[in-house]
């Protein structure tokens, strides 16, 4: 198995801003998820992008897999105050999930 | 749907104790997992299950913590005898296939040892 690595580890905008999370990795993958994680809740499924897919979008957000660079990321657009969270990115290799240390989004009203 | 259940969803007891956690998937997931999260640090992956089967446990310190799934439907993680660096929040999350699905995350129990 093998982890991603989120980048940054913290992020602070204004409500209004769009906020970008880099996620990096380093074996070959078969899909890579993204996840929030509100304090003290469980981890909620965002968007699964498959290794053969290069862009994906679900209401404001937009993922990018770069397979040449193993790397990703989550483009929140028009950010809001709920979109405070911690973020993480998951790489599927061989059929398991290993999370990074994520990145701590705050958007400030 | 119903979500995944967890319970208890806080627990504090004395180093050298033992502690259960139980964990409900959603109906007709085949897959079940246990992570730990340590305070400011993403969920690791202790034990996955496909069915009843083990999948991967290599994270799992088996001279103290097990698991099983009974039935394929319900799961049990206990540490005996718990250490101060369990001290954890413990997630069950279930997918509907494999990881090719998204997990569904429980909300957690969190095990405090003192």
């Known amino acids: 198995s093998q982890q991603g690595e989120e980048d940054p580890q913290a992020l602070s905008i204004q409500e209004g801003e769009n906020a970008t999370m880099n996620c990096s990795y380093k074996t070959s993958i078969n899909n890579l998820q993204w996840y929030r994680q509100n304090s003290g809740r469980g981890l909620v499924h965002l968007i699964l992008?498959?290794?053969?897919?290069r862009e994906k979008h679900s209401g404001r957000l937009r993922v990018t897999l770069d397979t040449s660079k193993k790397s990703s990321s989550l483009l929140i657009t028009a950010s809001r105050a709920a979109d405070t969270a911690s973020y993480f990115c998951a790489p599927n290799a061989g059929n398991m999930l290993t999370f990074g240390g994520g990145t701590r989004l705050m958007v400030k009203p | 749907e119903a979500g995944v259940a967890q319970s208890p969803r806080y627990k504090i007891i004395e180093k050298r104790q033992s502690v259960a956690f139980w964990c409900n998937p959603i109906s007709g997931h085949a897959t079940l997992y246990w992570y730990q999260q340590i305070l400011g640090q993403g969920p690791k992956l202790l034990i996955q299950f496909q069915n009843n089967g083990v999948v991967d446990d290599s994270q799992l310190p088996k001279d103290r913590f097990s698991a099983e799934r009974l039935k394929g439907v319900d799961s049990t993680l206990k540490i005996q005898p718990a250490k101060l660096e369990d001290s954890a929040v413990y997630l069950c999350a279930s997918s509907l296939f494999s990881a090719d699905s998204p997990l569904h995350f429980g909300n957690g129990t969190r095990l405090t040892v003192t």
């Open positions: 992008i498959r290794s053969n897919e």
